[in-house]
């Protein structure tokens, strides 16, 4: 028998009622007789002396989860603890990290105070040692007794000691506070969704994320609505994310600097984003009142100068705080990046000419609701693409100093280890190894400005590759790879690592300036931004209007396909002001991106409309490809994305039309299972690949319809319209060498450049009118708009455009 259970008296009336209510308990009277409800530990027997019989009702093992009241944190906890594979490796990674502070602390203490680097330089002798050539100065003799540290410490190692230790017991409270967090998170994985930690690596996060759904279904977690979809979890975890990226994405965040002698840059680190973020949403004097809701003031337009005032003196006062405690700060950062990077340079030198995704390009290539690890899986299958666009470009001038400054550190490090080799003693020479050290340095550096003398000069293919995996680019780099200008300004989305490690350490200098100087007269336009831009869901709160996704709204003419075009015109809006659409077709990518990874999600009214709009052109124009191939944005996608190379489509020329080569198989190989990973909780989208959203889906459907047709010799040629994922994969190909999620990315990738190919025709248009875009004739679409015009027969026409959860938005006039 359970341990929870419920007892229920009623009078007896010849029959047995079930009674009882919720997990509370409560009463209730029935007819002129009183029923009663109490429960019972110990004693399960009936009442004999009274006419009553009992009913046990068994209490569900999930009922401590309702009503939870903070879903943010629940939902964000939950997030981590399957991303981080369970309680054991969070707390593993905790302890680490405090006894890793620790050790910086006490060993930077040790180097300053109980060294004595004369000795250890031999600039001097211990007092007891007797000089003799044959003896050598060991580590103990350079080392102070505990007396000799303690009469070393100056009161500003002191002040950093209490510094450091006050900073360690904060963190030592919160990772305590953390572990009974997640000891919570802990029995709800494994007693509401039942999922064991074991288990966690081999389960994707939709599969947790269907789960919870349930359980809300079940336990009401959150009582203002029945169901939760996939967009209110994603809202409740990237409230506060998809904030910052609306931000960034309208510049109402400076992160643009004109640096003299340099030009501008762009700066963004750890720490400046982490003040942004404490002063803009989570902190005690933050807009928000609490997690989820913003101040009733922030959307009063006439408190809108009150406002920014006290907004601009928080951000003085955080700017004046951080130029208080930079020295601490910069002294920690230099230690840590010290202790980081020196093995690693010792180990492989070069390794600090490598590149990696700068923060600021990881928020300007982030989707709205796009969570960390679809993210970097993302971002990832851009890398190889971006290093190679990046390698190809190489100054000559520098590329002639490299190489014969590399020709004589070579041969001086040569001869230095053939000595060294003949005989040990030559490392004994005073700077013999500082020397080789030096000079193996400086062989690495000027590798890195030394082209490969196998790379092919192809800068637009390669933008191309990576337009398609990282979706964001601006307009005005397309057709201009090739200019300095254009990959200067890549450079700051994909920098150098030692940059990178040069932005670090100089945060705690530059954060405050741009506190004091940059951030706080923008504290008006976050006002405004707050209040033009916030809108209510219900059972979810306060959130970004950019992150509803909503086309009608926020989504742009230049980037809609041209069968919505006649009904943005017809209905004109907000939507036709600049002010109210997204820079680069966030918007439009974004919900085309969280269709395709949450394929269970019904889209609304509108969101439905653009989809079905963008599949049905990019059907038009697949079966137009024969006779429009040098207008038509569908053969222009296809050739980048086969230019790729790694995509899987393996697309040439027009040749295409005749013998594809995915029937062939010879492309075989481009399907390597570089998306594989050891484990399922990293993968980006459904295990069981796209459904809806994207194009290759709707191309994919045309096969119903027809399957060859003939040439016009009248030989049988492949068709258009048999282009699916059963083609594209070749016939002879093993299913299991592809995951789905590669279907998913190659989806996501043709229907990102066939958007850009439809915005730079809408661009190109617009360039010779004053007018906005007007829907194209012919082949491409037929008159009208798509939300009169579904595409297929059994959809009903969309003329309406409600919002069913978003109630009373706050938008005003920007």
Same mark, same amino acid.
């Given at each position: 028998?359970?341990?929870?259970?419920?007892?229920?008296?009623?009078?007896?009336?010849?029959?047995?009622?079930?009674?009882?209510?919720?997990?509370?308990?409560?009463?209730?009277?029935?007819?002129?007789?009183?029923?009663?409800?109490?429960?019972?530990?110990? &004693?399960?027997?009936?009442?004999?002396?009274?006419?009553?019989?009992?009913?046990?009702?068994?209490?569900?093992?999930?009922?401590?989860?309702?009503?939870?009241?903070?879903?943010?944190?629940?939902?964000?906890?939950?997030?981590?603890?399957?991303?981080?594979?369970?309680?054991?490796?969070?707390?593993?990674?905790?302890?680490?990290?405090?006894?890793?502070?620790?050790?910086?602390?006490?060993?930077?203490?040790?180097?300053?105070?109980?060294?004595? /680097? &004369?000795?250890? +330089?031999?600039?001097?002798?211990?007092?007891?040692?007797? /000089?003799?050539?044959?003896?050598?100065?060991?580590?103990?003799?350079? #080392?102070?007794?505990?007396?000799?540290?303690?009469?070393?410490?100056?009161?500003?190692?002191?002040?950093?000691?209490?510094?450091?230790?006050?900073?360690?017991?904060?963190?030592?409270?919160?990772?305590?506070?953390?572990?009974?967090?997640?000891?919570?998170?802990?029995?709800?994985?494994?007693?509401?969704?039942?999922?064991?930690?074991?288990?966690?690596?081999?389960?994707?996060?939709?599969?947790?994320?269907?789960?919870?759904?349930?359980?809300?279904?079940?336990?009401?977690?959150?009582?203002?609505?029945?169901?939760?979809?996939?967009?209110?979890?994603?809202?409740?975890?990237? @409230?506060?994310?998809?904030?910052?990226?609306?931000?960034?994405?309208?510049?109402?965040?400076?992160?643009?600097?004109?640096?003299?002698?340099v030009g501008e840059v762009v700066f963004l680190t750890k720490g400046l984003r982490m003040n942004i973020e404490m002063l803009l949403f989570w902190g005690p004097w933050a807009p928000f009142r609490n997690i989820w809701h913003l101040h009733d003031e922030y959307k009063r337009p006439e408190k809108r100068h009150e406002l920014a005032e006290r907004l601009n003196q928080q951000f003085?006062?955080?700017?004046?705080?951080?130029?208080?405690?930079?020295?601490?700060?910069?002294?920690?950062?230099?230690?840590?990046?010290?202790?980081? /990077?020196?093995?690693?340079?010792?180990?492989?030198?070069?390794? %600090?000419?490598? @590149?990696?995704?700068?923060?600021?390009?990881?928020?300007?290539?982030?989707?709205?609701?796009?969570?960390? $690890?679809?993210?970097?899986?993302?971002?990832?299958?851009? /890398?190889?693409?971006?290093?190679?666009?990046?390698?190809?470009?190489?100054?000559?001038?520098?590329?002639?100093?490299?190489?014969?400054?590399?020709?004589?550190?070579?041969?001086?490090?040569?001869? %230095?280890?053939?000595?060294?080799?003949?005989?040990?003693?030559?490392?004994?020479?005073?700077?013999?190894?500082?020397?080789?050290?030096?000079?193996?340095?400086?062989?690495?550096?000027? @590798?890195?400005?030394?082209?490969?003398?196998?790379?092919?000069?192809?800068?637009?293919?390669?933008?191309?590759?990576?337009?398609?995996?990282? $979706?964001?680019?601006?307009?005005?780099?397309?057709?201009?790879? $090739?200019?300095?200008?254009?990959?200067?300004? +890549?450079?700051?989305?994909?920098?150098?690592?030692?940059?990178?490690?040069?932005?670090?350490?100089?945060?705690?200098?530059?954060?405050?300036?741009?506190?004091?100087?940059?951030?706080?007269?923008?504290? %008006?336009?976050?006002?405004?931004?707050? @209040?033009?831009?916030?809108?209510?869901?219900?059972?979810?709160?306060?959130?970004?209007?950019?992150?509803?996704?909503?086309?009608?709204?926020?989504?742009?003419?230049?980037?809609?396909?041209?069968?919505?075009?006649?009904?943005?015109?017809?209905?004109?809006?907000?939507?036709?002001?600049?002010?109210?659409?997204?820079?680069?077709?966030?918007?439009?990518?974004?919900?085309?991106?969280?269709?395709?990874?949450?394929?269970?999600?019904?889209?609304?009214?509108?969101?439905?409309? +653009?989809?079905?709009?963008?599949?049905?052109?990019?059907?038009?124009?697949?079966?137009?490809?024969?006779?429009?191939?040098?207008?038509?944005? %569908?053969?222009?996608?296809?050739?980048?994305?086969?230019?790729?190379?790694?995509?899987?489509?393996?697309?040439?020329?027009?040749?295409?039309?005749?013998?594809?080569?995915?029937?062939?198989?010879?492309?075989?190989?481009?399907?390597?299972?570089?998306?594989?990973?050891?484990?399922?909780?990293?993968?980006?989208?459904?295990?069981?690949?796209?459904?809806?959203?994207?194009? #290759?889906?709707?191309?994919?459907?045309?096969?119903?319809?027809?399957?060859?047709?003939?040439?016009?010799?009248?030989?049988?040629?492949?068709?258009?319209?048999?282009?699916?994922?059963?083609?594209?994969?070749?016939?002879?190909?093993?299913?299991?060498?592809? #995951?789905?999620?590669? #279907?998913?990315?190659?989806?996501?990738?043709?229907?990102?450049?066939?958007?850009?190919?439809? $915005?730079?025709?809408?661009?190109?248009?617009?360039?010779?009118?004053?007018?906005?875009?007007?829907?194209?004739?012919?082949?491409?679409?037929?008159?009208?708009?798509?939300?009169?015009?579904?595409?297929?027969?059994?959809?009903?026409?969309?003329?309406?455009?409600?919002?069913?959860?978003?109630?009373?938005?706050?938008?005003?006039?920007?």
């Open positions: 028998m359970p341990q929870n259970f419920q007892t229920t008296y009623q009078p007896f009336t010849g029959g047995l009622e079930e009674g009882g209510g919720g997990g509370g308990g409560g009463s209730s009277s029935s007819g002129g007789g009183g029923a009663f409800m109490e429960e019972r530990d110990e &004693d399960l027997s009936p009442d004999t002396h009274t006419s009553m019989v009992f009913h046990v009702v068994p209490k569900s093992s999930k009922s401590r989860w309702n009503h939870i009241e903070d879903l943010d944190s629940f939902f964000s906890r939950v997030y981590r603890y399957h991303q981080n594979h369970g309680l054991l490796c969070m707390m593993l990674q905790q302890v680490f990290e405090l006894a890793q502070f620790i050790f910086i602390i006490v060993f930077t203490v040790f180097l300053f105070s109980c060294v004595d /680097y &004369d000795i250890l +330089f031999r600039n001097k002798y211990p007092p007891d040692f007797k /000089y003799n050539e044959t003896d050598k100065i060991t580590l103990p003799d350079a #080392l102070r007794t505990y007396a000799q540290c303690r009469g070393h410490f100056s009161w500003q190692l002191v002040v950093a000691i209490l510094a450091a230790s006050v900073f360690w017991l904060m963190r030592f409270g919160h990772a305590c506070y953390t572990f009974f967090q997640f000891w919570e998170i802990k029995q709800f994985f494994n007693n509401a969704l039942g999922i064991q930690d074991q288990d966690l690596g081999n389960i994707t996060w939709e599969e947790v994320e269907q789960r919870v759904m349930e359980v809300q279904v079940e336990e009401r977690m959150c009582i203002h609505k029945e169901v939760l979809t996939e967009l209110d979890i994603y809202h409740r975890i990237l @409230r506060f994310t998809n904030y910052f990226i609306a931000m960034v994405n309208k510049n109402i965040i400076p992160l643009k600097l004109d640096v003299p002698f003085l006062y955080s700017g004046i705080a951080n130029l208080v405690f930079f020295p601490l700060v910069l002294l920690f950062q230099i230690m840590y990046s010290f202790f980081y /990077y020196a093995e690693m340079i010792k180990r492989e030198p070069g390794s %600090l000419g490598s @590149r990696r995704w700068s923060h600021y390009g990881e928020v300007y290539l982030r989707h709205f609701n796009e969570l960390d $690890h679809e993210m970097s899986a993302r971002l990832n299958r851009g /890398y190889k693409a971006a290093s190679q666009y990046m390698n190809i470009f190489s100054s000559p001038l520098m590329a002639v100093v490299a190489r014969h400054v590399a020709f004589v550190c070579g041969a001086v490090l040569a001869v %230095l280890a053939a000595l060294s080799v003949y005989d040990e003693d030559v490392l004994q020479v005073e700077h013999v190894l500082t020397f080789m050290t030096i000079l193996g340095a400086l062989l690495a550096g000027c @590798r890195v400005f030394i082209p490969d003398e196998n790379l092919v000069f192809c800068p637009e293919m390669l933008m191309r590759r990576v337009l398609a995996e990282v $979706h964001y680019l601006p307009d005005h780099w397309r057709e201009k790879a $090739h200019t300095s200008r254009v990959r200067r300004e +890549f450079s700051q989305l994909f920098q150098y690592r030692v940059v990178h490690m040069l932005e670090e350490l100089v945060s705690p200098i530059v954060t405050p300036l741009i506190l004091i100087f940059r951030l706080r007269f923008k504290a %008006l336009d976050i006002v405004d931004f707050y @209040r033009n831009f916030t809108v209510e869901v219900v059972g979810v709160g306060d959130v970004c209007s950019f992150a509803q996704m909503d086309i009608r709204r926020h989504g742009s003419p230049t980037w809609q396909p041209d069968l919505l075009l006649d009904d943005i015109v017809s209905q004109p809006g907000d939507s036709q002001k600049p002010e109210m659409a997204t820079d680069g077709g966030k918007t439009e990518l974004s919900l085309l991106h969280f269709t395709m990874t949450n394929p269970k999600w019904k889209p609304p009214q509108e969101s439905t409309a +653009f989809i079905n709009a963008l599949r049905t052109q990019a059907q038009r124009d697949m079966n137009a490809l024969p006779t429009l191939q040098e207008e038509n944005a %569908l053969f222009s996608s296809l050739n980048s994305l086969s230019c790729g190379g790694g995509l899987g489509l393996g697309l040439g020329t027009t040749s295409m039309l005749q013998q594809p080569p995915w029937m062939t198989g010879q492309h075989q190989s481009i399907w390597s299972p570089r998306g594989l990973r050891g484990r399922l909780s990293q993968v980006e989208g459904s295990r069981h690949g796209p459904t809806t959203g994207g194009i #290759l889906s709707s191309i994919q459907q045309s096969n119903i319809e027809s399957s060859m047709t003939s040439g016009p010799a009248g030989d049988p040629v492949m068709a258009p319209s048999t282009l699916s994922p059963s083609c594209i994969m070749g016939p002879s190909l093993a299913p299991p060498s592809v #995951l789905p999620q590669d #279907l998913t990315a190659v989806d996501m990738s043709l229907s990102t450049l066939y958007l850009h190919e439809l $915005h730079q025709r809408h661009r190109h248009r617009t360039s010779y009118s004053d007018v906005p875009p007007q829907p194209s004739s012919g082949p491409q679409g037929p008159p009208g708009g798509a939300f009169l015009s579904p595409p297929h027969p059994q959809e009903p026409p969309v003329v309406s455009f409600q919002r069913s959860q978003e109630k009373t938005p706050l938008l005003g006039e920007p």
